[in-house]
């Protein structure tokens, strides 16, 4: 086994260290102690042994989702292959998804990357200069302004785009969403921003960010799950 690179990174203030790795060191040694304890209850039997320490199997696949590095990247800076790499990025994963001891931050968000077909839709508004008629139909609330609203519908993969969309400005997101032609399975997987409350409703696999309330602030696993999410999301 090669020594850890995760060595570089003892010497780091706890500070320092999340806004690294993601995580706090006493969660990222929760999340050691999982992939220890599934060894101790899967003992490998004969083959080669793992070209990775625990801690750099756990270092990689946060550093993974923490800067959305690629297999490439990070096997250079292990010293390994790109299939190793990915391979222990998805083995921790799935580790952690199903432990019960913790939570971990941002676990459905790790399951929705594994999403090979998830869909991206947002929508932009673009002002124009005050209509003659219907001016309440293009007047905008959000933006204050009179507009046409601009939606599009992107494939994760490959950033393809799929529809484009338009409305007056005063139409909400998801409405524009609703009445769109665009079939889409129920099971499809979506990533949209907060102006699609709802959609939760037609796609059980849809997610939007984490709202704070008047009353009940974001707790910080909703923050890094709305950090998490815009990441994916962004094009």
Do not use: W
Request: net charge positive.
């Amino acid at each position: 086994m090669s020594t850890t690179n995760y060595e570089r990174y003892l010497g780091l203030n706890k500070r320092v260290f999340k806004r690294q790795i993601g995580v706090k060191k006493k969660t990222f040694n929760k999340c050691v102690k999982e992939i220890e304890k599934h060894f101790e209850c899967n003992p490998k039997k004969g083959g080669p042994e793992y070209k990775l320490s625990k801690e750099d199997m756990v270092l990689t696949m946060l550093l993974y989702y923490r800067e959305y590095r690629t297999y490439l990247s990070l096997s250079i800076e292990f010293g390994v292959s790109e299939p190793t790499i990915q391979r222990m990025t998805l083995f921790v994963e799935n580790i952690l998804i199903r432990s019960e001891t913790f939570r971990l931050p941002s676990k459905k968000i790790f399951l929705a990357m594994r999403i090979n077909d998830v869909l991206i839709v947002d929508a932009t508004e673009s002002p124009i200069e005050k209509p003659k008629k219907n001016q309440k139909m293009y007047y905008s609330g959000k933006k204050k302004k009179h507009s046409m609203k601009t939606q599009i519908v992107i494939r994760g993969k490959g950033r393809r785009v799929l529809r484009t969309d338009f409305a007056p400005g005063s139409v909400h997101d998801f409405k524009l969403f609703k009445e769109n032609r665009l079939m889409l399975d129920p099971e499809q997987g979506i990533l949209a921003d907060s102006g699609y409350q709802g959609i939760n409703e037609t796609h059980k696999k849809a997610m939007i960010p984490r709202k704070k309330s008047k009353n009940v602030p974001l707790s910080e696993e909703d923050k890094a799950y709305n950090r998490a999410l815009s990441k994916k999301g962004s094009l």
